[in-house]
Structure formats: C-alpha cells, structure tokens
C-alpha cells in the first residue's frame, strides 16, 4: 500500500522518530542527500497563500537533487475545471511525488487514492503536519527530549495547527495543551484519537480554558494567527473571542523559566503573539522556519524509500 502523509497520525510513534532523526541527520549535512537525482520532479500545487511552504518545499527538493514543480491551483481549476480524481491521475504521471496546500482534508484523502504517488498535506483546514515535523525538530534541538515535555497551544484550538498539535505532540508522548475559549477547541475525535496515541507513548491531550492555568508549567508555548487562511470575514469576531489568549509577555512569563515560543508564521505582533516574545530570545521562530526544509527533505525521502521498496 502506498504511504501518504495527509495527517500527522500517518506516521507511527517509531516512523515520526525516524524521520525526525533523519531530518537532523539531513541538516547536518544539506547536500549530500541526493535520492531525487535524476532529477525526479515534486509537484507543489497551492490553492492558498504559500510563503514558507513554497520556499521550503522548493529549495529542499533542490538540495534532495530533484526538480521543484509549483502549480497554481487557482489556474488548475482544480475540482472545477477537472476533477481531483483526474487532476491526480495527471499529475501523478509527471512528479514522483505531489505536495498540496488546499482547504478540504476530503479533497486531499482522494488525491491521495487517484494520485499513484505518494501525496503530502502541504497544510489543509483540518491538518498541518510538515509544520509539527519542523516544530517537534526544532523542540529536540532546544530541549533533551521530546517525550514528558508540556507543549500548550493558546488561541484559535479549532484551526489545522491546533489539531495537528494534539495528534503530533501526542505520537511523540508530549502533554499537549490547548488553551482556547468554549466553541474553538479541536472536534472531539482529534482528542480521542490524541488520547489513543497517548496510551502508547505516554502522551497527554488537554483542553484547558483558563490561559493563565494553561501556561504555568508549560515547556513550549505556541500560537497561530486567529484569522486562519478562508476565515477572513471572521477577523473582527475572531479578534474579539481571542483577545485573552493572546501570547503577552506575561503570560509566557506564567511558563517555566525556561519555556521557548514557537509560531508557524506569519505572525500579527500585538494580536495573538506580543512583539517581545516573537523577537524574544526564547523565541525559536526563525529555527521553525528553516527546519520546515529539512523536515519536509526527510518526509521526501522517506516516503519515496516506502514507494521505492513497495511499502
Ligand atoms: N492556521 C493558519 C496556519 C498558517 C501557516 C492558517 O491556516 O492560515
């Protein structure tokens, strides 16, 4: 069966540490990983904004010897102009691999089931996993180990990073938090299914609603924009509902003193992070930024390894 990466539970506890470590081991090393020589084409295919995706995707398929090919979903007219089924038959005869930023976690599952190549969730409503991957990689570079470690979320619990929180943080045994108000936490089977893994790692799956309560102990404190990609007519609501979660310096001061900040960007300062802690020197934002190359290089080359030994 081919493997996909369309949401972080894709991979088990053991597969997302042996990615992590590769990744580490990648970029170590940026260019002497070559298993898309050849060179084999990744096809990037954006339905929203793209900053980091695109560049990260673009530069590690380089460094990986392959040959980054962007589409434009909005000229594709993708499941207008053609169907996703059809769009994936295309597609999956000219790239090896297919990366998607869309909105419907649904459209992305069937690409994966029409596609004949491995698919890679390039962020969806619903999901963000090659975005965990840069953070869990980026919390091992800061911290001993992943597994025990306090990661809570403060904001919008409802958005594709709240989720992809739960279901990551919990693969890796950490005790994530979501500290969100009542009608913006994660649907209840995400925590359900974070509550699974965590039987198998020790991992943990909270929704704490206080953010002064969320915060005292955490190790990582993390937020997300409150106006996620498609919820723009929300935005004055939103600012509203949000505001007492915003990451203040005070309230990251309420995590332990040796807490890290993290934030996939692009970020708003004086709305759901305070300047000073984006800019901080416990911020790791940067570093999340750049391991998105590296994490997304090993998920490449891991999934391409499966294809290749008919995994
Ligand atoms: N929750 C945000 C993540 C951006 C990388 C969004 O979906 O817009």
Redesign the pocket.
Known sequence: MMRHFLRDDDLTPAEQAEVLELAATMKSAPFEHRPLEGPQTVAMVFD?PTL??QASFAAGVAELGGFPMVVDGRLAGIGERESVADVARILGRQASVIAWRTFAQADLEQMAEHSGVPVVNA?T?DF?PC?LLADLMTIREHKPELAGLTATFFG?GA???GNSWLLAGATAGMHVRISAPEGYTPPQEVFDRAREIGEQTGGTATWVEDPREAAEGSDVVIT??W?????EEEAAARTEVFAPYAVTQALFETAKPDAIAMH???AYRGKEIAAEVLDGIQSVVWDEAENRRHAQKAVLAWLLAKAGAGE
């Open positions: 929203k980091r995706t962020l409503d963000h975005q919008d958005c594709n990073m997300d924009t106006v996620s990609m498609g919820k996939c960007l692009p």
